[in-house]
Structures are given as C-alpha cells and as structure tokens.
C-alpha cells in the first residue's frame, strides 16, 4: 500500500493525559499536512511541513499540541495535557512537489474522555 | 470567516439521475478548486479538480464547473450510483506558500435505489 499511513485509527483517552500519532506520508512526497476535523464541519487546516522544517502553524494549534518532521519522512503529532474539546479526527495529507492535490490517510479518530 | 461555503448540509438524488453539488467561496485568490469524497470513519478521498482559469474539467462521471464571476462550483455526477453515497467536500488552494487546503462544510448525499 503506497498510500498516506497513520497510526492508530483510532484512540480513546483520559483527560489529561498525552497522546501521540503517527503518520507515514507518500514516499515522494515532501509537503505533509495535518488537519483536523469535528462532527459536521470540514477539515480545518493544522500545520504543514515542507520535507523536515515546520512552516506554517494555525492558531488552532495551541501550545499543548507539537508536531514534528524528523528527516523529512514520517510526522509525528503529539497533545499534551488532552481536554475533551481536542476530541476530532485528526487527518494527515501529503502532496508532492508540483502537485495540487493532497491526499490523505485514514485519519486518527481521538475520544478524550 | 468561512472562505468556502456549501450551504446544502444533504441532497437526496434518485439512482441514474445526476446529482449536482454546489459550492460558493469568498476568496479571489484560489488557485484551484478541488472536491473531495469521504466516507465515515475514512480520510477524504480526492475526486476531481479545477484551475481558477478553467470554467469546465471532466472526469469519467464527474464534471466540476466553475463560474468566477459569481464566485461559484459545481459538481455534476452522471448517472448516480449507490457507491456515490457519501460527504462531498470542496475546498479551494492558493498555490503559493502552504498550499493548504480551505475546505466547505461538506454536503451529504445520499442515492436511493
């Protein structure tokens, strides 16, 4: 399978607590993004990275949350300190150098109870 | 400031028919407009899309239009299937910087037998 990976699917935890996803993007893709999505709303834009340097941050992405590149290859999306407001699909996308489209994984389906 | 607007939360189309999906937006700036599937529990699937300088792309089924001057797209499906029962997204792109996408609230459409 070549497509964008993340892991888990899907993940249940306690208020207050950490967590951290994974996601493996198309191999020659070097812009990845991660987006965030709530019941009956459309993804919402959260950072994005171009190969390992983070270049775009929305406001969304309050200081609990960080994300990271290493090497340019898989990214990594923690939350510290979980509220049950961070509950949502958390979507990973790449797109490659000259391409328009992003596509995305499967997402990671967060409950914080 | 919602940039992408799809003001149908649900469309209910009958089997063989075309099913046609709309979308408004605010920002002058996109590059290219794309729409995007998603079935539950799923990340987006990418579908078809347009450059600001195209009024018309065709792909097998799906058709996208757009009309700038009224700031508007749609999506025609023809003829519909059941497996085209899901949410639809459009989102627009500024292909400078981020090139992140801008997403609607997405419109449900459902195919009856």
């Known amino acids: 399978d070549t497509g964008v990976s993340q892991d888990p699917r899907h993940k249940i935890t306690k208020r207050g607590q950490n967590v951290t996803f994974r996601c493996d993007p198309i191999?020659?893709?070097?812009?990845l993004y991660w987006y965030r999505q709530t019941l009956g709303q459309g993804p919402e834009f959260l950072t994005y990275?171009?190969?390992?340097?983070?270049?775009?941050k929305s406001r969304l992405l309050s200081d609990r949350f960080s994300a990271e590149r290493p090497k340019g290859s898989f990214s990594t999306l923690e939350i510290q300190r979980t509220e049950q407001g961070d509950s949502a699909m958390y979507l990973c996308?790449?797109?490659?150098?000259?391409?328009?489209?992003?596509?995305f994984g499967q997402g990671t389906r967060l409950t914080v109870v | 400031d919602q940039q992408v607007k799809q003001n149908s939360p649900s469309l209910s189309v009958q089997e063989g028919r075309i099913s046609i999906l709309n979308c408004d937006y605010t920002?002058?700036?996109?590059?290219?407009f794309l729409w995007y599937k998603k079935y539950p529990a799923e990340g987006p699937t990418f579908l078809i899309s347009?450059?600001?300088?195209?009024d018309k792309n065709e792909d097998g089924r799906f058709t996208v239009f757009l009309n700038k001057s009224a700031k508007h797209l749609s999506l025609h499906i023809v003829p519909s299937q059941p497996g085209d029962s899901a949410v639809y997204f459009c989102?627009?792109?500024?292909?400078?910087?981020?090139?992140?996408?801008?997403f609607g609230q997405g419109t449900r459409l459902t195919i009856n037998p």
């Open positions: 996308a790449s797109s490659a150098p000259q391409g328009a489209e992003a596509f």
């Open positions: 347009i450059s600001s300088i195209k």
């Open positions: 989102a627009g792109l500024i292909i400078q910087g981020a090139q992140k996408l801008v």
């Open positions: 990275f171009q190969n390992e340097a983070q270049l775009e």
């Open positions: 191999s020659e893709h070097n812009r």
């Open positions: 920002n002058s700036m996109f590059d290219y």
